[in-house]
């Protein structure tokens, strides 16, 4: 079974800061896809960046990098130079062979102007 | 926009009703996914469809069911409806899913949800 651990309910940057969220997870799996969602108000699901565990590389997106440590079973994300339109919740998800996206319980993330 | 639609948006109802929740996935999908955000369970998987049969069943309660239909458009049944059902249920979509077992990337892209309030 997979299990995804968000220990942070609440998180909060200042506008042009940057912030790191964190994430642990847990899998039987040897082939496994990690992911952050991002969750504005207005309940859209969004992918923001995933990382495949195979690969040891760290994924980027724009200002979005993640620090994936396999062996520790930790995936966290980092925002930099956040912005106002990044205030929502972060959903850390992780997807094995059965496909079925499994989610931690969310950071919400405040940003301060 | 995703390209998954669902509906309704909103639907307000009262305990003991069923509901029915639809979704399209994006043209071309195959594999249709349901989940439900809830305040106490957090988002949890529900049940996913591909090309009409039932893949995988996650923490869906037996008043609850789902299909998926030939024009690949699929709807989530819920019934006898109680307090704690009140939820956002979204749908997604993906592609071909890889084969069983062997994990492959499938970007799973998400409806805008139905939220359920039952009173």
């Known amino acids: 079974a997979q299990t995804v651990t968000q220990s942070q309910p609440e998180m909060s940057v200042q506008e042009a800061e940057t912030v790191t969220l964190s994430c642990t997870y847990d899998?039987?799996?040897?082939?496994?896809?990690l992911f952050w969602y991002k969750q504005p108000p207005s309940r859209q699901m969004i992918l923001v960046i995933r990382?495949?565990?195979?690969?040891?590389q760290n994924a980027t997106e724009n200002r979005f990098s993640v620090n994936f440590q396999k062996a520790a079973k930790s995936f966290s994300l980092k925002i930099s130079d956040s912005q106002l339109g990044d205030a929502a919740m972060y959903f850390c998800?992780?997807?094995?062979?059965?496909?079925?996206?499994?989610f931690g319980k969310g950071t919400k993330l405040t940003v301060n102007p | 926009d995703s390209g998954v639609t669902q509906t309704p948006k909103h639907l307000i109802t009262a305990t003991g009703q069923r509901v029915t929740l639809r979704c399209s996935p994006r043209?071309?999908?195959?594999?249709v996914y349901w989940y439900q955000q809830s305040l106490d369970q957090g988002l949890q998987f529900l049940i996913q469809?591909?090309?009409?049969?039932?893949?995988a069943k996650g923490n869906i309660l037996e008043r609850f069911s789902a299909q998926q239909f030939p024009d690949l458009h699929s709807e989530l049944n819920l019934s006898s409806l109680e307090l704690g059902d009140s939820a956002l249920y979204f749908c997604a979509s993906s592609a071909n899913p890889g084969l069983a077992g062997y994990s492959s990337y499938n970007e799973q892209f998400f409806g805008p949800g139905t939220r359920l309030t039952v009173l």
């Open positions: 990382q495949e565990a195979y690969k040891q």
């Open positions: 043209s071309g999908d195959l594999s």
């Open positions: 469809y591909y090309n009409g049969e039932e893949r």
């Open positions: 899998t039987s799996e040897s082939d496994y896809y």
């Open positions: 998800a992780s997807q094995g062979g059965s496909e079925k996206l499994v």
